[in-house]
């Protein structure tokens, strides 16, 4: 193709308009919600949508959540939401660690070995996901009835980590598939035992599959509601999502500044988290598109 | 160092018999080289003998030691791989420096060998780049710093120099029997590139599906091939092959290129086809540049057509048309000819071959 400059710089000029649409599309309601999360009850639900600078945002709903203000509010009794967020933090960051430690050393098994039926193994794993998890959720609350799981940490981070763990298995085995064995052999050749060889050569070059792989694992315990809302109901272990779901059933109306300043809070470690990991996160996520 | 025995060792992948029944000793300080095409079985034996693959029958040894059931690790072998296998995230001084680590030896030691190994290499000024920031020259070495660092018993190259480019293969093949001869290191050495084979190696074993077709010198190797397979793999052009039936009698003769032209049997070669035949049918063979062109008719001398030149610069190579047959000959550079130009050749007798085709051995 041998395209003008002036073409050139029009496509440019659009594809950037395109993506700028798409972002404002797409941040929206981050934007709403973040606003929201400044507004008094009042400002919140004025018939007249109040952007940026047709308000003065204050801070009174997130003072409310963290227990600042004096007494008793309408965001609960203090400490309330920080702990939820502790036990989400716990729950979520857990079963991420152990789905991806389990996963991650499945996936590489998977990769290297040859394995009697491994495509069959592959596909099982596979098919664990292939209902949606709500589906099986009486069965798994009886489960957790009888063996004492509800309202514990380790009842719902041992049932996160079984969601995720097909997902990583799969993600894993791709990264490890594309980098080439030959770095084990040498690894081997050059005095190492093999899961030596494994933890010194290969996984230093698998952080970026790993870190696309927790953010995706992460994102799917931290947001997780269903199963938190039935089998997590009491305060010690109850995580965030079902906790905010719980204040917008108040008998004196809802206050969604609070749950507004709830959810940006809630937000906040996943973007932190995503942040952090977003160069590895892109290199992960095309991983595979070009060939060695 | 020391030497590398395999006995009766068969090697599958699934139902696919990979090496089939292979017996093989590399002497101490030899240069062995496997050659053969792709799927023959060269580097499936390489592997085995690194443990990286564990054969299903046979015994390997290094020295006396029988290694079957050793792991790759406590082998004491060094391995250069095809593309080098450089660990990506670790500097070149790290990756030459990473064998030594297992060994667990002192830090000022390690860093005397990694520095003396690079200087015997010529890459001390690349020593804190990554393998990325390396050309493929210089990776092949820093790799073959990895392997020469820990002095091991015996060296596996798997096909090293594939993946340079041309100049630098010829540069790095002279550099690498140089290395050999100097580190006095058994080694054994795969590759599909059979002036590798033949400018490196002490011995070449020929290798065809799973099996070893030959074993020896370069010279025997070349000069007497022992099967069809063997004479059209060694050699560039490839030996020229044409169908051939024997007649017996009191002057035995050769009729070759379905009748194009007959050739006198000397009689101890008429021995060693009666001999060693198992049929009828054969085929000749003659190497392009055992063919000697003339200008002008002669006794001897088979008249032919040319149909191709393809100048090289060093020689001329001829296509030319014997009866419904194209044959190959290689001529100086001063002799030239035109497309279609009458021309005579003769065959070296003390040059030709003979092979059975049923069996696909060689009768001389």
Known sequence: MYDSTSTRVLRGTLIGLGLLLAALFFLFPIYWLVLASFKTKAEVISPTPLHLGMFTPHLDNFRDIFGLSSGQTEAGTPREYLGRL??????????????????????????????????????????????????????????????????????????????????????????????????????????????????????????????????????????????????????????????????????????????????????????????????????????????? | MANVTVEKMTKRFGDVVAVRDLDLRVEDHEFMVFLGPSGCGKTTTLRCISGLERPEQGTIRIGDVVVNRMSPAVRDIAMVFQFYALYPHKTAYENIAFPLQARRLPRDEIERRVTDVARVLHIEHLLQRRPRQLSGGEQQRVALGRAMVRRPKVFLMDEPLTNLDAKLRSEMRAELKRLQKDLNATTVYVTHDQVEAMSMGDRIAVMRQGQIEQIGTPDEVYNHPASLFVAGFVGSPAMNFLPAAYRDGASPTLTVADGAFTLPVEPEWAQRIRERATGSSFTFGIRSEDIALYTEPGADRIASEVYVMEPLGDVNLFDLRV??????????????????????????????????????????
């Open chain 2, 323 to 364: 009866g419904g047959h194209i044959i190959k000959a290689k001529t100086l550079p001063n002799f030239q000819l035109r497309i279609g130009d009458q021309v005579w050749m003769a065959p070296d007798h003390a040059k030709m071959h003979l092979f059975d085709a049923q069996t696909e051995r060689a009768i001389f």
């Open chain 1, 86 to 292: 502790i036990n989400s933090i716990i729950i979520a960051g857990g079963s991420t660690v152990a789905a991806v430690l389990l996963g991650t050393l499945t996936a590489w098994a998977m990769a290297r070995f040859r394995i009697p039926g491994k495509s069959d193994i592959m596909f099982y794993i596979l098919s664990t996901r292939m209902l949606p998890p709500v589906v099986i959720i009486i069965p798994v609350f009886l489960m957790y009835t009888r063996l004492g799981l509800t309202q514990s940490h380790f009842g719902l981070a041992l049932l996160y980590t079984t969601i995720n763990l097909p997902f990583v298995v799969w993600m894993m085995k791709g990264f490890f598939d594309e980098i080439p064995h030959e770095y084990e052999d040498a690894a081997m050749l050059d005095g190492y035992p093999r899961l030596q060889a494994f933890f010194k050569v290969t996984l230093p070059n698998a952080w970026p599959g790993i870190a696309a792989t927790a953010v995706f694992c992460l994102i799917v315990a931290w947001n997780e509601y269903t199963f938190a809302f039935i089998l997590n109901s009491d305060p010690v272990a109850q995580t965030v999502p079902s906790f905010i779901a719980s204040k917008s059933q108040t008998s004196a109306g809802i206050n969604w500044g609070v749950i507004a300043a709830m959810s940006t809070v809630f937000v906040l470690p996943v973007f932190i988290f995503t942040f952090l990991v977003r160069n590895h996160l892109l290199r992960g996520v095309t991983f595979g598109a070009v060939r060695r």
